[in-house]
């Protein structure tokens, strides 16, 4: 039998083999793109929020995906670092954006990538770290990015095209580089720039003094779990497209055990795979063995990364928190409170810590650990 490439993709900013669900994300972006380019209006720019591991940049890759191809527009892409200045990125890449509509037509950018000398499309998308290097705009400008947007912006109305810029990981962003982007923005709104813009982030760039005015007017989506049933969409048909389809028993195992976090999907199916190695099909037996060797890989990489970034003080919460899920089915912020022998106001700093490092997430009152299976490995230590 040939041997095909396993289709999983369980690794961070790695675009999965089927993007399942986020239908309402995708047309959000769909709807402001074609008011864009059709209505000639800027859309409200789209905030995209969710713990690690659940989707934000590759949804991002999507939309460029889909900017691409439907409007051959480039898209400027850039993952905001702690202590990198996100201003000269942004203005660079924005430059180089004008240059790639200046010279190329709408038809070489509708391919995702170019090979042969031209700046593809991706170099400027998401997974496309390509750093492009070119002399700043206008020395005599007093604001180089919006000098440059602006170039950029008349370059794509003369070419009949528009612009897409995402910003990811935007919890890192100084509060002021925020402001000086979206100030030009909100400076510009009257010249119907044909401008979309996607900023994604922790579940805490949505706090009063995280953010600013601009993006607090945008739409908001808040990414979670898949449902069970995207969850099995997720596993299923990546496999059967990969010429191995998986078994409805082996893929409701599967998802169970995913607890529909999309990253755990990934790297259920991958095990899933591995374990299926010389089988025509994925069945119940290779999803059980899968369930093991994905689940350790999980406690290696994501439990133990989550534990070491958490202080003193916020193990004693995370411990007591998991014992009350595995005793109890479930723990709330009072709960916890009670089984540390404090009142709720004493700790729910650590909660609050906890909520935005993106180790837990509140289902109303309730609190959950993001990673599957962490709370069971916290539980045991
Ligand atoms: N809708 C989806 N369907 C199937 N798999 C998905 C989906 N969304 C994300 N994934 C998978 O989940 C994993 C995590 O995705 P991604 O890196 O985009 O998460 P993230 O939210 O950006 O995480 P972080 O906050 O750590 O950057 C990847 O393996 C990706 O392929
Ligand atoms: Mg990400």
Redesign the pocket.
Known sequence: MARSENP???????????????ERLLGAVREALAVAALDGRTPRPIV?T????????????EAAALAATEHAWPTVHVEVRPGRDLTPLLTERIVAAGHLLEHTTADDRRHPVITGGKIGASALGVGGEVEVHLERPGSGAADPLEAALRATMHTAMEEGAGLVVTL??VQYAQRAELAGFTAVLQERMGDNWPLVVLV???PSIREPRRTVTYLERGEWHE?GL?TRD??EQ?LREPAADAGRPMDADAARELAAASGG???????YGHHAWRASSGSDHIALEHALAARTAARRELEEGLYVARWNDASEREREYLTAAARLIVRRGEATGGAVAAELGKAATEVSYLRDRLLKK?TLYSEGARLVFITPGMAEWVAGL
């Open positions: 999983f993709r369980p690794g961070f900013n790695s675009p999965p083999p089927a993007f399942v669900g986020r995209i969710g713990t690690r591991g659940v989707g934000k940049t590759v949804a991002l890759g990811d990981e994604a982030g922790l990414l898949l995207e969850a997720a976090y999309p990253y755990a999907v990934q790297l993106g």
